[in-house]
């Protein structure tokens, strides 16, 4: 979500509002779809599981889309992998110890 947050200041500085209305719109889309199909089988669960998809794909998935914010899409993914990055990194430099 907070790289949600970061990239929605992007798209507006960058002139991209339009873009962005329709990120939000998509997020809210998914979340209602999911919302119908999810809460009835799994209750609050499901809507817990409905939010975080929703946000995902507003926040996340839909940078794939826009040729133009593919790079973007790129530094949202290093930034998800890098806890996992510097975990093996300090793994391996504490086997050499």
Known sequence: MF???????????EGLTRF????????AVVNVG?????IPQY????????????????????SFVYPRLFETGLMQSKAFAAPVRYAL????????L
């Open 20 to 27: 962005s209305f329709f990120t939000t719109a998509l997020g």
């Open 89 to 96: 990194l300090f793994a391996r430099k504490r086997s050499w």
């Open 43 to 62: 209750g609050g669960m499901g809507a817990a599981v409905a939010s975080v998809v929703s946000y995902a794909a507003s926040g996340y998935l839909s």
């Open 34 to 38: 999911l919302n119908l199909v999810l």
């Open 3 to 13: 790289l949600g947050v970061a990239r929605s200041h992007y798209l507006i500085n």
